[in-house]
C-alpha cells in the first residue's frame, strides 16, 4: 500500500511544471507514475479543499509555509558526490551509467 492510500487519497495529480524543460517532462513521464501505479490521474483537476499538496527538494521554506508542504528529499549532497566521478569519465570519453538513489518522502501537514 503506498502512502497515498495509507491516506485515504484514491486518484493523484501532479503538477509537473513546463513540458519544454528537462525536469518538467521527466516528471510528466516518469518517476511519478512508477511509484503511484493505477491511482495517478494526471488529468485531475480538484477544489482545493480535496487537494493533498507535495513537493520536491524539501526546500527549508517547506517547513515555513501554512500548511507545511510535504516533500520528497533528495540527497543533493550525495548526487554532487556520485556526479563529479561521472562526469570526469566523460570528458575523457566514457558513457554514464545508470545511477538510482534513495529519496525519503518527508511528510507534513500538507499531505
Known sequence: ??????LGRSRVGIVTGPLD?????E???????DV???QADPRLI???T???????DD???AQSTEPALTTVHQPLDQVGREMAPVLLAMIDGGV???LTLPVELVRRASA
Not at 1 to 6: F, L, V, Y
Not at 50 to 56: E, N
Open 46 to 48: 480538484a477544489h482545493a
Open 21 to 25: 524543460t528537462s525536469g518538467g517532462a
Open 1 to 6: 500500500m503506498s502512502d497515498t492510500q495509507a
Open 27 to 33: 516528471r510528466s513521464r516518469g518517476g511519478y507514475l
Open 36 to 38: 503511484l501505479g493505477p
Open 50 to 56: 480535496h487537494v493533498a499538496l507535495g513537493g520536491f
Open 59 to 61: 526546500p527549508l521554506i
Open 96 to 98: 554514464p551509467a545508470a
